[in-house]
């Protein structure tokens, strides 16, 4: 079984540029989180999708970061413009559902970006 | 809310000895979830064990055991003879079933075997 698919692998942008990251859940997966990774530190959810509905974006900085999920499956993660502490690595899961049996979370390989 | 800690920064063994990572949970809901997954260098976080709230029955899989204590509100993870491959860092996680299974991260805990 294919895992969670994301590109780009590595992306290196000047400050207040904009970047986009792609997310590919692995198959019949209906929840989809991104999670952003500062060096040194554990992951921390950004917005989390139930099919193509939004269930948590409380931590995401809405002034810059949007996510969607249009048709359920795949999502974008974009952020515009970058600050210099948006370095991070960026996560992308996803698990079959949110309760009980099926609430494992797997994660893909992340995206690196680095703000210069 | 929820938290987690991992006391242990980084912890450095030689090949085969055992090493045991500590993780101590905070939550007020009933029913919740612990994780364990390893992050290698390639970055992917690799889920390696789950258990849930009303589980505390401890298991051995493989080179992997943990030790869950409701009462301590601890869930240890070691792993056995050690092998340079477990290099990595491992992250303790919880999801609180009423949070929609938001998983909240400690803050890692390097683990360098050495050959």
């Known amino acids: 079984e294919a895992g969670v698919a994301q590109s780009p692998r590595y992306k290196i942008i000047e400050k207040r540029q904009s970047v986009a990251f792609w997310c590919n859940p692995i198959s019949g997966h209906a929840t989809l989180y991104w999670y952003q990774q500062i060096l040194g530190q554990g992951p921390k959810l950004l917005i989390q999708f139930q099919n193509n509905g939004v269930v948590d974006d409380s931590q995401l900085p809405k002034d810059r970061f949007s996510a969607e999920r249009l048709k359920g499956v795949d999502s974008t993660l974009k952020i515009q413009p970058a600050k210099l502490e948006d370095s991070a690595v960026y996560l992308c899961?996803?698990?079959?559902?949110?309760?009980?049996?099926?609430?494992?979370?797997?994660f893909g390989e992340g995206s690196w970006l680095t703000v210069v | 809310a929820q938290k987690v800690t991992q006391a242990q920064t980084e912890i450095s063994v030689v090949e085969k000895e055992d090493v045991t990572l500590d993780c101590v949970y905070e939550t007020r809901d009933t029913t919740y979830y612990l994780f364990w997954y390893k992050q290698p260098p390639s970055g992917e976080l690799v889920f390696l064990i789950r258990r849930n709230s009303f589980d505390e029955q401890n298991e051995i899989s493989g080179r992997y055991s943990w030790n869950f204590q409701k009462s301590t509100s601890s869930f240890n993870f070691t792993i056995t003879a050690s092998q340079v491959v477990d290099s990595a860092v491992y992250f303790c996680?919880?999801?609180?079933?009423?949070?929609?299974?938001?998983?909240?991260f400690g803050g890692g805990t390097r683990v360098l075997v050495k050959p």
């Open positions: 996680a919880l999801s609180e079933e009423a949070a929609g299974n938001k998983l909240t």
């Open positions: 899961a996803s698990s079959q559902r949110v309760t009980g049996l099926g609430n494992t979370i797997y």
